[in-house]
Nanobody, 115 residues
């Protein structure tokens, strides 16, 4: 069983930056995709960014040019660097890691962008 632990959320002013981190532990065979999703109050959970084992990345249009996803396979870690944050980025951010036949979710970390 894989456990994911996220960190790095918090309160930031518009235009500020945050870096989210997610570390996997437990029985890890192979992780194919690592991703970040977010869920704002009253809305569905949506994909923010994803990165494959071959380092192919995919971003939501709303974060392109502002967010950068990266992974450290040796440490089973995925990072999300968030720059030029906007109030509409406010949400709970969830880490996801997927293998060949199953995936795991983190518990979520709150990101609030407000002046």
């Amino acid at each position: 069983q894989v456990q994911l632990v996220e960190s790095g959320g918090g309160l930031v002013q518009p235009g500020g930056s945050l870096r989210l981190s997610c570390v996997a532990s437990g029985t890890i065979i192979r992780i194919n995709v690592m991703a970040w999703y977010r869920q704002a109050p009253g809305k569905q959970r949506v994909l923010v960014a994803a990165i494959t084992s071959g380092d192919t990345t995919n971003y939501a249009d709303s974060v392109k040019g502002r967010f950068t996803i990266s992974r450290d396979n040796a440490k089973n870690t995925v990072l999300l660097q968030m720059n030029n944050l906007k109030p509409e980025d406010t949400a709970v951010y969830y880490c996801y890691m997927g293998g060949d036949s199953s995936g795991a979710w983190g518990q979520g970390t709150q990101v609030t962008v407000s002046s």
